[in-house]
């Protein structure tokens, strides 16, 4: 990766800031390669698992909570890195204290004692905002949120990358429910079925978020999945978002179990045209919002969704460009763009997605997993 902190230096420039202070967990996998395993929730021996203070140079240092060392070979060279403290048995935890005490001695290395601080404030403490004001009383700081989110719109070469693996899980875990469902199992041993393919592939355990529902559940666009019994004739929706070492994939199917009816399929075959035609309209200078508009058109006669397009991908799951009705933004090279057409009836909804990558002339589609109403084969047992 290349260091992208560089890229700093524009936000530097227009805001007339000194130094920056980055807390959230997307954006210091975007500018340190460091990525928190959110999975599990919030440590109770961390402030923070890692917090990226930049100088007036762009000299950058780390700090590191002591049980998050397993990311260091991720996180790019240039980047000096200290730890802090944070589980202990042999006295008191005091993660506070020990955190603040490495920020202090690192604004003390890269110079900084005055002027203007870039921050996330939506990912910073309270504690760590009283410990600023009363150390650093002379530093003003500057909300850089929206900033930080303008600079990760287009992806590098090796962010593109690392989507197109995230995306490869998710095809897995497509292909995993096309071959592996049927009737009288539940929705919950389907998807723990299916997530064993996806984790089996990627070597370790990996976050998912995914809507999962079947029957008529599927009308209301997705869910978690339950002990709900799939039956005969139900539909399967599966929306699968995994995030593989800071970046996510993203894609959605709709399966029958059994034979569709013929408006499920007719239905099925028209939001398979929408998402073709998303697809077809994605190319540099296309406003978003036409892209959106395109697959609309399209589905107005069979009923509409009451949701976006489609969404940016990248190290959050959702961010610019949003496909959306009212988005004039154009669409460029390196934007990498989930499209998610759908029609929802009263008892059954069909949604399809792919991720894209918008190139020079058009897009790649990095999901190659091939939209499939009907399973080929009815599996006898399940695996």
């Known amino acids: 990766m290349e260091n992208r902190i560089q890229k700093l230096k524009a936000i530097q420039k227009a805001k007339k800031l000194d130094a920056f202070l980055i807390t959230s967990f997307a954006s210091l996998k975007y500018l340190s390669g460091y990525f928190f395993y959110f999975e599990h929730g919030l440590s109770p021996f961390q402030l923070l698992p890692a917090a990226l203070v930049v100088g007036p140079e762009l000299q950058a240092g780390l700090i590191l909570a002591d049980n998050e060392t397993q990311q260091l070979p991720f996180i790019h060279p240039a980047i000096s890195i200290s730890t802090y403290e944070s589980y202990v048995y042999q006295k008191d935890i005091d993660a506070v204290n020990q955190f603040v005490f490495q920020l202090d001695e690192t604004f003390k290395q890269l110079g900084i004692k005055t002027g203007r601080l870039g921050v996330e404030p939506n990912a910073l403490p309270a504690s760590l905002l009283l410990f600023l004001g009363s150390r650093y009383p002379a530093v003003e700081l500057v909300d850089i949120t929206a ?19 995230s995306a490869r899980l998710s095809d897995i875990g497509q292909s995993a429910v096309l071959r592996l469902a049927r009737s009288g199992m539940s929705e919950l041993e389907l998807f723990n079925l299916v997530r064993r393919q996806i984790e089996e592939a990627a070597g370790t355990r990996v976050p998912l978020m995914a809507d999962f529902v079947s029957g008529a559940s599927t009308a209301t666009g997705g869910g978690l999945p339950t002990n709900k019994i799939i039956n005969e004739g139900d539909l399967i929706l599966s929306d699968f978002t995994p995030c593989l070492n800071g970046y996510w994939g993203d894609s959605c199917s709709t399966i029958a179990v059994g034979m569709p009816t013929t408006e499920q399929q007719n239905t099925f075959n028209l939001v398979r045209e929408a998402l073709e035609i998303g697809i077809n309209t994605i190319r540099p200078g296309v406003q978003a919002k036409e892209v959106d508009s395109a697959m609309r058109r399209h589905l107005q006669a069979a009923g509409n969704f009451e949701h976006h397009g489609g969404h940016g991908v990248g190290v959050v799951y959702h961010e610019e460009p949003r496909i959306t009705p009212y988005n004039t933004m154009l669409l460029q090279p390196g934007m990498v763009i989930a499209l998610e057409p759908a029609v929802y009836k009263d008892d059954f909804g069909i949604r399809l997605e792919h991720l894209v990558a918008v190139t020079d002339d058009g897009c790649e589609v990095l999901t190659t997993f091939n939209h499939s109403f009907e399973q080929q084969t009815q599996p006898s047992a399940h695996v």
């Open 147 to 165: 900033d930080i989110a303008g600079l990760r719109i287009i992806k590098d070469a090796d962010e593109i990358a690392l989507i197109r693996q």
